[in-house]
């Protein structure tokens, strides 16, 4: 509050202005801790008023003005709205008890076209429906401000002309909510054209006409359609509400699936990895063995040359050495029983490998039932697939059965509507026949009131001639109405279409989805069988290739006895490699039970998607029911509005034709009137 007062005295010195002490004595009192400005019971003069106006120019922290009280003359107002125009801050302004007229009016007027913040604007006790020029260009300015949503205008002197002015201005404005017109004269013109403004303005939900002496019928239709106006704005702001979680949890679902995917693919790419991994250290086995097989070769052939050179020198010494053939056949001996050894050993290393060949291929039969069984559930997947779908089938049917049930609904309200006219035509033979009986008694009573018959003749043509016009006024209105309802309806049904429509496409978009994972995890499945099926082939490729080594060994075995323990080493790391490989396919195995894990994941998932999707049609269909209520409350209170109407007519009908037969039997009474 130092800042505003600080800026008050120092433009009252650039303007050379003497302040006024009883606002320096307010200011002193106030603190701006909650941005309200209170100046109400304090008559402004015009130069206190300059400077308001420029300080309020300023975008100070302040929210709400108070000016209520103040005796403020036009030019004041004038001055200090021109200021506030330009301001940004304010929302709040009172006026209350000024007695604002022409000049006020038109200002306000320009001050709500100029001002684009204001929310509330309180005008109590003023009279500003008196000049109706000035009035129509305060309504241009609130049919033009996109921000007011609060307006009071107890005790401003509207009357039906000003009302109406303000009914336009409502039609045309689309930020209002609540309006307070108590304590006017709108009367029943100004009742009707208000009526009919709120049934084309969507935003007022609250409205006060109390005192102005409209008809309890045009109140009833004003309070209809600002309650629904009300339900709108809650029907609206809960259908944002709701799509607003389904987006949430949507993106949601998709984060997740993009997650799933990414780790999936991580783990393929993993286990490719690893494979290529092993197909390189198995090539490079495989080069380097045949790399021994080469040298063995070359070692048996330099072996082989030097058993021609023995044997050249053996035929030469056998002629010299014929005495040492019996040694010679005694080392045979030997040697032919070392072999026998040898062979033993070697049969039962082919047994062993045997053994290990039998293992082999109980593991890969064991994985290939596994393989079976991944296929089995898939196919159970596509089963259960096959039957949401089914669901969703039904969910379709059971939408469109509560169509029809809705179209027979409607069939039911119209012959209702039918049978209500029916009723209708009925009172009114009954009253035409209880007017005539009154007929007959004005009769009789007319003869004594001549004199008065002849001024209210003419009093009645003239209020004939209105009536007549407000009774077409009255049948337009009626028929605009219905056309206005029906087509309110149509929209609903419009809406309520497209969203099962985007309902289902959503739905159908998410099976798509789902037959899409479903598609890529057999093709997954399809790989990982082919990669065994490699794997398997290149088990037996090394299978053969052991049977050559170990043919090669078999022949060798005669030559080089001493080497037979680096064989033996050789043979220890060939059963290590195979060793690692059955561990190999041992984390195969287990990977595979993670992917039929993730397929029961995946499972869960389209159970609770279609929980969800179940929720949100019974949503649906409660918001259908709800909906129908409002339908068919609107229908009663237009048939009421209709009875009521209806009732009017007969009445004034009646006493068009009771007055008529009044002025027709006046005549014949002539000689008594002398």
């Not at 780790?263 to 286990?271: G, K, L, P, R, Y």
């Not at 063995?296 to 056998?318: F, G, Q």
């Not at 309200?413 to 009925?426: F, I, K, N, S, V």
Request: proline residues 1%; contains cysteine.
């Amino acid at each position: 509050m130092e800042e505003f007062r600080s800026l008050y005295l120092r433009l009252c010195k650039e303007n050379s202005i003497d302040p006024q002490d009883s606002i320096l004595a307010r200011l002193e009192k106030q603190t701006l801790d909650n941005g309200v400005l209170d100046l109400s019971n304090h008559t402004l003069e015009l130069s206190t008023c300059a400077v308001l106006s420029k300080l309020f120019a300023y975008d100070l922290p302040v929210i709400a003005i108070i000016l209520s009280d103040c005796m403020l003359s036009e030019e004041c107002t004038k001055q200090l709205l021109s200021g506030l125009a330009k301001n940004t801050v304010v929302k709040e302004l009172d006026l209350r008890g000024n007695n604002l007229r022409r000049m006020g009016a038109e200002a306000l007027g320009n001050f709500l076209k100029n001002n684009h913040t204001i929310e509330s604007l309180a005008l109590e006790w003023n009279a500003l429906g008196i000049w109706e020029v000035s009035f129509a260009a305060f309504c241009d300015g609130l049919a033009a401000n996109t921000s007011l949503q609060k307006l009071d205008l107890r005790n401003n002197q509207i009357d039906h002309a000003a009302a109406q002015e303000l009914a336009l201005a409502i039609r045309n404005n689309s930020t209002l909510r609540k309006l307070d017109l108590g304590w006017n004269n709108a009367g029943l013109v100004g009742g009707r054209a208000l009526a009919d403004s709120l049934q084309k303005n969507r935003s007022v939900n609250e409205i006060r006409i109390t005192g102005n002496n409209i008809p309890k019928d045009i109140v009833s239709a004003i309070e209809t359609s600002t309650l629904c106006n009300d339900d709108r704005a809650q029907l609206t702001t809960s259908t944002l509400n709701k799509t607003k979680t389904l987006n949430q949890e949507i993106e949601f679902l998709k984060s997740e699936k993009k997650k799933q995917m990414i780790n999936f693919m991580d783990d393929i790419e993993m286990t490719r990895s690893q494979l290529d991994a092993t197909n390189k250290d198995s090539a490079n086995k495989i080069s380097h063995l045949q790399q021994a097989l080469e040298e063995r070769k070359a070692a048996l052939n330099a072996l082989r040359a030097k058993l021609d050179m023995c044997e050249a020198s053996l035929t030469i010494s056998n002629q010299k050495s014929a005495d040492q053939n019996a040694l010679l056949e005694l080392c045979r001996k030997d040697n032919q029983e070392l072999v026998k050894s040898y062979d033993t050993q070697i049969s039962r290393e082919r047994e062993d490998h045997k053994k290990e060949k039998e293992l082999l291929q109980q593991s890969l039969e064991q994985t290939q039932d596994n393989l079976s069984a991944a296929e089995g559930k898939i196919i159970d997947l596509e089963r259960k697939c096959k039957f949401q779908n089914d669901q969703i089938l039904l969910l379709k049917e059971t939408i469109t059965q509560a169509k029809s049930e809705h179209r027979i609904a409607l069939a039911a309200a119209d012959e209702r509507l039918a049978t209500e006219r029916r009723r209708l035509h009925m009172e009114l033979k009954e009253m035409e026949d209880i007017n005539n009986q009154e007929k007959m008694k004005l009769h009789s009573d007319m003869a004594s009131s001549l004199k008065q018959a002849d001024d209210k003749v003419e009093r009645t043509k003239l209020s004939k001639d209105t009536l007549e016009n407000e009774i077409a006024e009255l049948k337009a209105k009626f028929a605009q109405e219905r056309l206005d309802h029906d087509d309110s309806i149509r929209l609903l049904r419009k809406q309520l279409k497209d969203e099962e429509k985007f309902q289902t496409d959503q739905l159908q978009e998410k099976m798509r989805s789902m037959t899409s994972d479903k598609a890529d995890l057999q093709k997954r499945v399809s790989n990982l069988s082919l990669e065994l099926s490699e794997t398997q082939a290149n088990k037996t490729a090394s299978d053969a290739q052991l049977e050559g080594m170990r043919r090669t060994i078999d022949g060798l075995q005669k030559v080089l006895s001493n080497k037979d323990d680096e064989t033996d080493d050789k043979i220890a790391k060939v059963k290590k490699d195979f060793e690692k490989r059955i561990t190999y396919f041992e984390e195969e195995t287990s990977k595979m039970g993670n992917l039929r894990e993730k397929v029961v994941c995946l499972e869960t998932r389209l159970a609770e998607q279609a929980a969800a999707n179940r929720e949100t049609i019974g949503e649906r269909e409660k918001t259908i029911e709800r909906l129908s209520g409002i339908i068919r409350t609107m229908e009663s209170n237009a048939a009421i509005a209709r009875e009521d109407e209806a009732k009017r007519a007969a009445l004034l009908q009646s006493a068009i034709c009771s007055y008529l037969q009044g002025v027709k039997s006046g005549p014949p009474s002539s000689p008594i009137k002398l």
